[in-house]
Nanobody, 124 residues
Framework: QVQLVESGGGLVQAGGSLSLSCAAS????????MGWFRQAPGKERDVVAA????????YYADSVKGRFTISRDNVKKTVYLQMNNLKPEDTAVYYC?????????????????WGQGTQVTVSS
């Protein structure tokens, strides 16, 4: 079993930066891909970024390419999301997700484990 705990959310002005962390417990972390999703009020939960177990492959939603960077540290069992040049439309609850497969996934149903979410609010 894997437990995921996100941290690092908060309130930031447009153009600012935030760094999210997701600490994992459980053996599966080091062998599975990880992802970040977000859900804005009244909208579906969508993928933001994903990373393979080795960190060698990454995926980004078009809306965040060039602004967000996903990374992972398998020794620390932590995955990160560095968010730069934030926009008001980035406001959402951000969720960390894990899967047992080594290859990354871009769909919500690809993932087996979920964190509780952390709020990110970007003011204009």
């Amino acid at each position: 079993q894997v437990q995921l705990v996100e941290s690092g959310g908060g309130l930031v002005q447009a153009g600012g930066s935030l760094s999210l962390s997701c600490a994992a417990s459980g053996r599966t972390f080091s062998t599975g891909a990880m992802g970040w999703f977000r859900q804005a009020p009244g909208k579906e939960r969508d993928v933001v970024a994903a990373i393979s177990w080795s960190g060698g492959s990454t995926y980004y939603a078009d809306s965040v390419k060039g602004r967000f960077t996903i990374s992972r540290d398998n020794v620390k069992k932590t995955v990160y999301l560095q968010m730069n040049n934030l926009k008001p439309e980035d406001t959402a609850v951000y969720y960390c997700a894990g899967r047992t497969e080594v290859s990354l996934g871009s769909r919500e149903r690809d993932y087996n484990y979920w964190g509780q979410g952390t709020q990110v609010t970007v003011s204009s």
